[in-house]
Nanobody
Framework: QVQLVESGGGLVQAGGSLRLSCAAS????????MGWFRQAPGKEREFVAA????????NYAGSVKGRFTISRDNAKNTVYLQMNSLKPEDTAVYSC???????????????WGQGTQVTVSS
């Protein structure tokens, strides 16, 4: 079993930055690939970014590439999502998830955090 707890969400103006954190417990962190997903009101959950278990290879949705950076600190059992140049359309609940590989599909992830709200004002 894996427990995931996100933090770092909030309200920010367009063009601003936020860094989300996701702390994991319950299983060896470096054995997990990690992903970030988001869900806006009335919309389906969508993939944001993912990072592999050990070599740190990453994958991003086209809508965030160049603005968001996913990283991990295996010593701290934590994955981060640095979000720069935020836009109002980035407003959503952001959730981290864990799986054996850095999938794009949310259905492949076994464990989920509770989510953190990010609101970007125009």
């Amino acid at each position: 079993q894996v427990q995931l707890v996100e933090s770092g969400g909030g309200l920010v103006q367009a063009g601003g930055s936020l860094r989300l954190s996701c702390a994991a417990s319950g299983r060896t962190f470096n054995g997990l690939a990690m992903g970030w997903f988001r869900q806006a009101p009335g919309k389906e959950r969508e993939f944001v970014a993912a990072i592999s278990r050990r070599d740190g290879s990453t994958n991003y949705a086209g809508s965030v590439k160049g603005r968001f950076t996913i990283s991990r600190d295996n010593a701290k059992n934590t994955v981060y999502l640095q979000m720069n140049s935020l836009k109002p359309e980035d407003t959503a609940v952001y959730s981290c998830a864990a799986a054996d590989l850095p999938y794009i599909s949310s259905t492949r992830y076994d464990y989920w955090g509770q989510g953190t709200q990010v609101t970007v004002s125009s």
